[in-house]
């Protein structure tokens, strides 16, 4: 798959460009990729993202790529024929520039994203665990996946603030992200699967939910999310005392699950621990890096001592990265 945002580039990167002194055509940016594409001989499917805006300023060069000619066809003359392995994806915020013409030869299908739901990423993400682990074991983390995410979404929007909306895809999105950084080594083929990985999986799912879910969440309400989670580990009823209408919000109606196993330590703030894969516990951010000490040469206004937050925030952004 190759990604690129068509808006993002002046028209003649994109197709080509001829340079009027020399009279020399420079390929652009899609041009390259097309023909890259079409000559491969690997029968592996090809994508192109377009992930950007749709508008006649540079869609109306694509009208033989997007019909039953299948070619694209540049200012320099060439033509570059789509083999069948090829396909052209447009993934647009809306289709208020798009023409009717486009719109038909695309076929594109607009879906408001509380039509799409987050069950379908979550299907999807759970497919790479069918490698390496059984079909049970794969049933129980979709299943968690699917309990942990629907309940802590639906608590986020009405019981929570956030510095700017965000609708509950995207907050699934963040944590299969982060979670997958926990487990992206255990679904590569052929790879080694602990013993205890379904309790360490588990572990991982609350870090990634605190801090992909409750991690959007502002100073004043992060601490009524931290009891929450605290409460749904533990076991307690958090649908009836919360008030959380799952059916209504478009998600299924979920059994409260007990995880005795999985409760922190009594004081500790779900904000404050981290979850160490290796061997399997929870322990204050401040232990995940070395003593701080000042260099004796360094200038004071060099001197950068870290806090809780930038340990915090510096931890999850390397787990990303």
Not at 52 to 59: E, F, K, N, R, S
Not at 214 to 230: A, C, P, S
Not at 292 to 303: G, L, R
Request: glycine share 4%; with cysteine; proline share 3%.
């Amino acid at each position: 798959m190759k990604i690129m945002n068509p808006k993002s580039i002046r028209k003649n990167q994109l197709y080509g460009n001829l340079d009027d002194s020399t009279n020399e055509w420079t390929d652009g940016v899609l041009a390259i990729i097309v023909r890259d594409f079409a000559e491969s001989t690997s029968p592996d499917r090809k994508w192109v993202m377009f992930d950007g805006p749709v508008d006649a300023v540079w869609i109306e060069n694509m009208n033989t790529v997007l019909d039953d000619n299948k070619k694209l066809c540049l200012n320099s003359g060439a033509v570059i024929k789509l083999s069948n392995v090829m396909t052209m994806m447009f993934e647009v915020d809306d289709l208020s520039f798009a023409s009717p013409a486009t719109v038909s030869r695309c076929g594109m299908i607009f879906l408001e994203p509380h039509q799409l739901g987050h069950t379908v990423l979550i299907e999807s993400y759970i497919e790479r665990f069918k490698v390496n682990f059984p079909e049970k074991f794969v049933q129980n983390i979709k299943d968690l996946l699917h309990y942990f995410i629907d309940i802590c979404v639906v608590f986020s929007i009405y019981h929570s603030k956030m510095s700017q909306a965000v609708h509950g895809n995207v907050l699934a999105t963040n944590t299969l992200e982060l979670f997958d950084t926990f487990v992206s080594d255990w679904c590569k083929a052929g790879a080694t699967v602990p013993s205890d990985a379904e309790d360490k999986m588990v572990n991982a799912l609350i870090f990634a939910i605190t801090w992909s879910i409750g991690g959007k969440v502002d100073e004043h309400t992060r601490g009524k999310f931290d009891l929450f989670m605290q409460e749904l580990i533990e076991g307690e009823e958090v649908l009836e005392k919360y008030k959380l209408d799952l059916v209504n919000n478009g998600y299924c109606l979920h059994e409260i699950k007990k995880m005795e196993k999985h409760k922190i330590q009594k004081g500790d703030s779900m904000f404050s621990i981290f979850f160490e894969r290796d061997s399997c516990s929870w322990v204050p951010w401040e232990k995940t890096q070395e003593a701080f000490q000042i260099p004796a040469d360094a200038p004071y206004s060099e001197m950068i001592v870290p806090t809780l937050d930038s340990i915090r925030i510096k931890g999850v952004f390397n787990r990303l990265l």
